[in-house]
């Protein structure tokens, strides 16, 4: 529950009189004096305004309509011209917009200041211990079971799944009937051949084979994104591992990426690999030589 100061109160107190004020002001002035009404009419922004950055969007929404309804009537009795008219009802919009703008500005604001100051979770040793290893087929897939071998394997008790994640090719006016069947066709092989490829980079950082098990999920319409979060559930696994691929922001736009929406929304910390970028020499460019992957970001949520 909220708990509110005097001095918050009061702030709040000052929204309604100001609106009574304004309002009186308004209907006890002569209709004859348009411009004083011009004025009073945009003094009703004020109390909107402190109402959105005290409570928010529905703060400012609901002042915004309480002023509507008390300034409507004397829209009616007011003198009224076509221009007079079609100003005072573009203000009674411009209320509610400002008023829901600046709230919900306020709103996102907030949250975003209680999430940058949330408290740590308690220790626990159970971090690296499930591993889960998203593979889609990609170079940077098979860079993600390298590294998730090389910080975890030195574990004994740490166990690996390997999470095969087929390429979203859907019907449209790009993809004809063929390319579909060959898509499905080939989708069994190509996850059999990424967990092998897998299975023997993480034996190489050393985890054995009885510590590396493999879940290819049925093919259901689900996005990416969620199959991993659905398996992390239903697994519990500590960390997942994902491949990182570099897109445009209107490629993101328009069809996703997985590894950010999983930074987000992931309830474990999450490690992006991006693929190794090879440079002239033949070698990872901005990388020492053993160097097997570049981890663009990570996240860890209570």
């Known amino acids: 529950m909220t708990s509110f100061s005097r001095r918050d109160l009061r702030r709040a107190a000052a929204i309604p009189v100001l ?14 004096y348009l411009h004083l009404h011009v004025l ?20 400012g929404l609901g002042t915004a309509l309480a002023t509507t309804a008390l300034y409507a009537p004397h829209i009616a009795i007011s003198i009224r011209t076509p221009e007079s008219t079609v100003g005072n009802v573009l203000e009674i919009v411009f209320f509610c917009v400002f008023g829901g703008i600046v709230g919900s500005y306020v709103d996102i604001r907030r949250g975003y200041e209680k999430a940058m100051t949330r408290p740590e979770p308690g220790p626990t040793d159970r971090i690296g211990r499930r591993v889960l290893v998203c593979l889609d087929g990609s170079a940077a897939s098979q860079s993600a079971a390298s590294c998730a071998g090389d ?8 166990s690996v799944t390997l999470l095969w994640l087929p390429p979203d090719v859907a019907a449209g006016p790009f993809t004809d009937g ?19 490829r897998a299975t023997s980079a993480l034996q190489e950082h050393g985890v054995g084979e009885g510590r590396v098990g493999a879940a290819i999920p049925a ?3 689900e996005r990416p994104s969620d199959v991993v979060l659905r398996a992390q559930r239903e697994g519990h696994h500590d960390v997942i ?7 445009t922001r209107a490629q993101e736009f328009l069809f996703g990426n997985v590894a950010v929406r999983l930074v987000r929304e992931a309830p474990c910390p999450v490690l992006v690999v991006e693929e190794p970028t090879v440079g ?11 160097e097997h992957a570049n981890a ?5 949520s209570g």
Do not use: C, M, N, Q
């Open 241 to 247: 591992v994902v491949p990182g691929h570099r897109l």
């Open 219 to 221: 093919g259901g319409g």
């Open 280 to 290: 002239r020499g033949g070698g990872p460019t901005g990388a020492d030589p053993g």
């Open 40 to 59: 009073y009419r945009e003094l009703y922004f004020v109390p909107i305004l402190l109402a959105a950055l005290r409570f928010g969007k529905w703060g």
């Open 296 to 300: 663009l970001s990570s996240s860890t």
């Open 19 to 32: 609106v009574a004020v304004i309002t009186a002001l308004h209907y006890g002035t002569d209709p004859t």
């Open 151 to 158: 910080l975890f394997g030195a574990d004994p008790e740490t």
């Open 178 to 196: 063929r390319t579909l069947g060959e898509a499905t066709s080939s989708a069994s092989r190509a996850a059999d051949d990424a967990i092998k």
